[in-house]
């Protein structure tokens, strides 16, 4: 099976590329950036045609859509790139795969919640509320993949980290080794999520789809997925200087009053993941053994 992959050069992306050298499928990759020493196909996804030509000519049979703006605060004054990127993109990829009769992977994020003051795991059926552009965007997409009509699976993840780009865990790796004292707020709770572990459970589902091979997928709709626990982004913080060892760097708690933002971030938006385990029969990790598993991995990178 012939799988495009976009936004390829991102964190999960380029998890894709590692885990995809183990699948007897056949992934393409592309980005509209280039990256040297990767192999990386050029491919606007807001461009419809574009991606028609590419699903064509390549004989594309599922599509994962790793590619999305996701700059929460830049989002505020820059609505129009956002929602292009992040709704009429998806949109476009629904309808190139519901003209071929292949499965679109979406993923999108916990920030589709937010007003609603939960304190109990978001369920997938549970109403989107977002407190801001970037979670309105990613929800519009979400609703504009349904409206299509083509097979799909949306997955919607939080706090995604990895070995690679720009991240909360490779930040605080920074600050934690050079700063004294750093606050950092403990009034947002959620879950990490190892960009890898993403990876394993989308190619759980890529598997499922390439077994079950019909044009009508059983298993289509949407789905939580992070790594299992809860934690604050303080915890989180507490954590990977723990196990970077930077005990020089005293942490503090604080509110999140302390940051002003153009937008209010959830307060909780931990995501219930039954739906997904059930499913897909895949155990996921807890979230410190994930941390530890990629501090490992970036130790080894930089010797």
């Known amino acids: 099976m012939n799988i495009l992959v976009t936004g390829a050069n991102g ?30 196909l ?52 629904a309808i190139a795969m519901k003209e071929v009769g292949g499965l679109l992977i979406h993923i ?9 003051p939960y304190n109990t795991p978001c369920r997938e059926e549970m109403t989107g509320t ?23 699976v949306i997955l919607r993840t939080s706090w995604l980290y990895s070995e690679f780009g720009k991240n909360f865990c490779k930040t605080m790796l920074s600050l934690t080794e ?30 499922d789809y390439a077994m079950e091979g019909s044009q009508n997928y059983t298993k289509q709709g949407i789905y939580h997925f992070s790594n299992e626990g809860v934690c604050s982004w303080y915890d989180f913080s507490k ?15 604080c509110h999140s009053n302390e940051f002003p933002s153009p937008v209010t971030r959830p307060s909780y938006s931990v995501l219930d993941k039954t739906k997904i385990k059930s499913t897909f029969n895949i155990n996921i990790p807890y979230w410190t ?13 930089c010797k």
């Open 11 to 40: 964190q999960l992306g380029n998890e894709m590329r590692i885990i995809s050298q183990q699948s007897e499928h056949n992934f393409i990759f592309t980005d509209v950036s280039q990256v040297v020493g990767l192999t990386t």
């Open 42 to 93: 050029h491919l606007d996804i807001t461009d419809l045609e574009a991606l028609r030509r590419m699903v064509h000519t390549m004989g594309i049979k599922a599509i994962i859509n790793c590619a999305a703006y996701t700059n929460v605060d830049a989002a505020e004054s820059n609505r129009e790139l956002a929602e292009l990127l992040n709704a009429t993109a998806p949109e476009n990829l």
């Open 108 to 116: 999108s994020t916990d920030y589709v919640f937010g007003q609603e």
């Open 130 to 152: 977002p407190t801001g552009v970037y979670g309105l965007t990613k929800l519009m997409g979400e609703q504009k993949i349904i409206a299509s009509g083509c097979q799909h």
């Open 178 to 207: 050079t700063k004294p004292e750093l606050k950092v707020v403990f009034d947002q709770a959620g879950t990490p999520t190892y960009a890898w572990d993403l990876a394993e459970a989308i190619m759980a589902v890529v598997k």
């Open 239 to 253: 954590m990977i200087a723990e196990y970077a060892g930077h005990t020089n760097c005293n942490i503090l708690p």
């Open 289 to 301: 053994d994930s941390l530890k598993r990629c501090l490992s991995n970036l130790d080894q990178l």
